[in-house]
C-alpha cells in the first residue's frame, strides 16, 4: 500500500525556519517525480515544488530562492526546507507522489507563521 | 500566467448528473487531471488524462475534453459526492510548472 507521512510541521515566527520530511513506503520511492503542494485554510491548492527522479527542482516564483526540495532516495525520504517564512506561507503542506497517470497524496503538515 | 477557470460552485439532486468545467487555452495541449477533496481530507485522484479512471474510482465519474475546455461528470450524483473537486494541469510554455483551477464546491442538495 503506497503511503506518503508528512512531519514537520508547526509554528514558526515570520522570517524563520522550517524544515518538512515526508517518509514513503509501498512503491519504488525512487523511480518518482516528488512534489510539495499546500492549501490554506479554506483556499485551494498551490503547487510549491517538484523534484525529479535524476534530482532535478523546480519552484514557482512564490517560492523561489526561499524553499529548497530535496529528497534521499536510500531513506525514500523527500524534504522541504523552507527559509524566511511569511504569514502568507501558512498552510497545510502536502507531499505528493507524481506521474503521468496522477498524484498520490499525503495527509498533510500544518505550518502556521505567527509571531 | 497560466491559471484554470472552474465555477465556485455547482449543486445538484441526487440521482442526477453533475458537470464541472475547468477551462484554459492550454488545455488542448496538457492533459488534465480532477481531485476530490472532502473536508479534513487530502486529496483524492478521480479522473487522469482527460478521461482515464484510477482504479478505485467508481463508474459514475468520467471526464471529457473538447477544446480549451474539460469536464467531470458525476453520474448518479451521491451524497458521498458532495466535496470540492480540483482540476490540475501542466503549463505549456516549456516552463516546469503545475496549476490547479479554484476548486468548484459540489453540494448535493
Known amino acids: 500500500e503506497v503511503q506518503l507521512v508528512e512531519s514537520g510541521g508547526g509554528l514558526v515566527q515570520p522570517g524563520g525556519s522550517l524544515r518538512l520530511s515526508c517518509a514513503a513506503s509501498?512503491?519504488?520511492?525512487?523511480?518518482?517525480?516528488m512534489h510539495w503542494v499546500r492549501q490554506a485554510t479554506g483556499k485551494g491548492l498551490e503547487w510549491v515544488s517538484a523534484?525529479?527522479?535524476?534530482?532535478?527542482?523546480y519552484y514557482p516564483g512564490s517560492v523561489k530562492g526561499r524553499f529548497t526540495i530535496s529528497r534521499e532516495n536510500a531513506k525514500n525520504s523527500l524534504y522541504l526546507q523552507m527559509n524566511s517564512l511569511r504569514a502568507g506561507d501558512t498552510a497545510v503542506y502536502y507531499c505528493?507522489?507524481?506521474?503521468?497517470?496522477?498524484?498520490?497524496w499525503g495527509q498533510g503538515t500544518l505550518v502556521t507563521v505567527s509571531s | 500566467s497560466y491559471e484554470l477557470t472552474q465555477p465556485p460552485s455547482v449543486s445538484v439532486s441526487p440521482g442526477q448528473t453533475a458537470r464541472i468545467t475547468c477551462s484554459a487555452d492550454?488545455?488542448?495541449?496538457?492533459?488534465a487531471y480532477w481531485y476530490q477533496q472532502k473536508p479534513g481530507q487530502a486529496p483524492v485522484l478521480v479522473i487522469y488524462?482527460?478521461?482515464e479512471r484510477p482504479s478505485g474510482i467508481p463508474e459514475r465519474f468520467s471526464g471529457s475534453s473538447s477544446g480549451t475546455t474539460v469536464t467531470l461528470t458525476i453520474s448518479g450524483v451521491q451524497a458521498e459526492d458532495e466535496a470540492d473537486y480540483y482540476c490540475?494541469?501542466?503549463?505549456?510554455?516549456?516552463?516546469?510548472?503545475?496549476?490547479f483551477g479554484g476548486g468548484t464546491k459540489l453540494t448535493v442538495l
Open positions: 505528493a507522489r507524481g506521474d503521468s497517470s496522477g498524484w498520490y
Open positions: 509501498g512503491f519504488t520511492f525512487s523511480s518518482y517525480d
Open positions: 523534484i525529479g527522479t535524476a534530482g532535478d527542482t
Open positions: 492550454a488545455l488542448p495541449k496538457q492533459y
Open positions: 488524462k482527460d478521461s
Open positions: 490540475q494541469s501542466a503549463d505549456s510554455s516549456g516552463t516546469y510548472f503545475w496549476v
